[in-house]
């Protein structure tokens, strides 16, 4: 089986990590996601392929293209009004 990496750990591990922070289990964590699954009829969160844009955007991140970097979230959020 294919694990994926993830910044601190594999997926189950850093996932877990933060299950901890919240005081709850993994056990716990899947009965609440498959709850939310039967209350919702449906995944409690949306899962779409990405368009065009957005996969070149992604794309564009990956290989260092496109980026630009502000001071601070102000900043940000002012370039977003130019």
Do not use: C
Not at 28 to 48: C, H, K, S, W
Request: proline residues 6%; hydrophobic residues 35%.
């Amino acid at each position: 089986m294919a694990r994926l990496q993830w910044p601190g750990g594999t997926a189950p591990e850093t996932a877990e990590s933060i299950l901890e922070r919240l005081g709850v289990s993994p056990t716990e964590a899947i009965r609440m996601f498959y709850t939310q699954i039967t209350l919702r009829n449906g995944l409690p969160f949306d899962v779409a392929i990405p368009n065009s844009v957005t996969q070149q955007a992604l794309k564009d991140s990956r290989s260092g293209r496109n980026l630009t970097s502000h001071e601070n979230v102000e900043a940000l959020f002012e370039s977003w009004d130019k």
